[in-house]
């Protein structure tokens, strides 16, 4: 691949389908969210209930949905070098192995649902709807995880058009089924409520699967059944996952720290936080399309040693991401209140909600950079640095500052300034150490 091969339709090729199926995961959440937020009893503790099991989720599958960027990151670099066929089995060694983890969290949380959501200061009818919630949903994980390791696979083949097919599948179902088994179809379906969102997401997410298995059999020759022993390359497999493993947990304590300090101040601010911490999911899988471009192509050009080109990629999607970044928020901007009344009717919620939403709409284009290049290390295989960062910016940056302004009292603003702080710390190092680290590559070849 040459330098001017990569043009904007050629990474739009690869970002706006990678962008479509990125946004499967949040919209079940959102999808949940606004359909909860509207019911006609307690609807604001259980919009809080599904924030806090999301927050949870969110961290379950971050961790162990890392499978997608190590599979992605090893298929690329041996498509680009010619050697594809020396890992063909490694997808789906890579699936089992996750899948099998996943029972075991389920095995694990279920059991200790109430005890885990106590952690997130979640109490009475709040935790009461948590642990009903969680304990449907955390059944669609180990489909979560299969669909998710699928779509690393596709990614590696540079294909993010038939994922996209299976996420907005998935989208639509979850929707649906949302609508009909929360609210109920008069004379066939009673309404479940908070149950039934937890049951539209499963069944989405099994749709999901039975997709993923038909477009890998379809479409690629890359077999499903597993074969040992195993592949050669499973031991920098399972050290990415270590490291991105280690990196996830970092992330997800300053997600925990957000939420149990938001739950702390209460019921109105938790549910506020709910809809602003969605909508910025939703934003940073929106901008996810051009980080899993990055993703796909740097791991490509890293296996056939073009630097040169790696350096223009890398220089596209900066530009291309920030103008992403600042069309969010430009668009946030102009539907500032709508977007709110989506999710609730409650107005003590909505003007906290109104108070901080400008923050999240402001740091778009700066998680635009940090996702991006998040993206083009995780197609580098450059799992190792990505971990020291992230244990910086959440343990030197995010939490020392989250603390401070709670002390100042600051309550959701002193939680979203926390954020992008964070935000801050975890993209500017990566851009430096990348151009420092290629450029002086690209001279020497």
């Not at 389908?17 to 259980?46: C, H, K, Q, R």
């Not at 954020?419 to 290629?438: C, S």
């Amino acid at each position: 691949m040459s330098t001017t091969s990569i043009t904007l339709k050629h990474i739009n090729k690869l970002a706006i389908p990678a962008l479509i199926s990125g946004v499967s995961e949040p919209i079940l959440s959102l999808t949940d969210a606004a359909i909860i937020g509207n019911m006609d009893y307690d609807a604001t503790e259980s919009l809080a209930a599904v924030g806090i099991v999301t927050t949870f989720l969110s961290m379950l599958i971050w961790v162990l949905g890392q499978t997608r960027s190590a599979i992605s990151s090893i298929v690329s670099q041996y498509l680009g070098a010619d050697k594809l066929s020396e890992v063909k089995n490694l997808p789906a060694q890579a699936m089992f192995i996750i899948t099998s983890l996943s029972v075991l969290i389920i095995l694990a949380t279920y059991p200790f649902a109430a005890q885990i959501f106590k952690l997130y200061n979640a109490s009475d009818l709040i935790l009461n709807y948590s642990v009903d919630y969680y304990q449907i949903r955390v059944f669609g994980f180990p489909f979560t995880l299969f669909t998710i390791a699928v779509f690393g696979t596709f990614r590696g083949l540079q294909n993010t058009y038939h994922p996209m097919l299976i996420a907005i599948s998935g989208a639509i179902a979850n929707i649906v089924l949302d609508i009909a088994l929360v609210y109920g179809i008069e004379g066939f379906i009673p309404a479940m409520h908070i149950k039934g969102a937890a049951y539209a997401s499963v069944i989405a997410q099994v749709i999901m699967a039975l997709l993923s298995v038909y477009y890998m059999l379809k479409k690629t020759d890359i077999p499903l059944l597993v074969r040992f022993p195993f592949n050669p390359e499973i031991k920098r497999f399972i050290l990415m996952i270590v490291n991105l493993f280690i990196r996830t947990i970092a992330l997800n304590v300053a997600l925990y720290f957000g939420t149990s300090y938001a739950t702390k101040y209460g019921t109105t601010y938790i549910a506020a936080y709910t809809i602003a911490i969605n909508l910025w999911f939703l934003g940073a899988f929106l901008i996810d399309g051009y980080a899993s471009a990055g993703n796909i192509l740097s791991g490509k050009l890293f296996g056939a040693k073009n630097y040169g080109s790696l350096i223009a990629l890398s220089n596209k999607l900066i530009r291309y991401g920030v103008v992403v970044g600042l069309i969010i928020g430009g668009i946030g901007a102009l539907l500032y209140h709508p977007i709110g009344r989506i999710f609730t009717d409650d107005k003590a919620v909505l003007d906290e909600f109104y108070k901080v939403f400008w923050i999240i709409l402001a740091m778009q284009p700066l998680c635009a950079l940090a996702f991006i290049f998040d993206g083009v290390f995780k197609g580098l295989g450059m799992m190792q640095y990505l971990r020291n960062v992230l244990l910086f910016s959440t343990l030197l940056v995010f939490i020392p500052v989250i603390f401070w302004t709670d002390l100042m009292d600051y309550k959701l603003y002193g939680v979203f300034i926390a954020f992008t702080l964070w935000i801050i710390a975890r993209g500017l190092p990566l851009i430096i150490k990348f151009r420092k680290t290629f450029k002086s590559l690209a001279q020497n070849t």
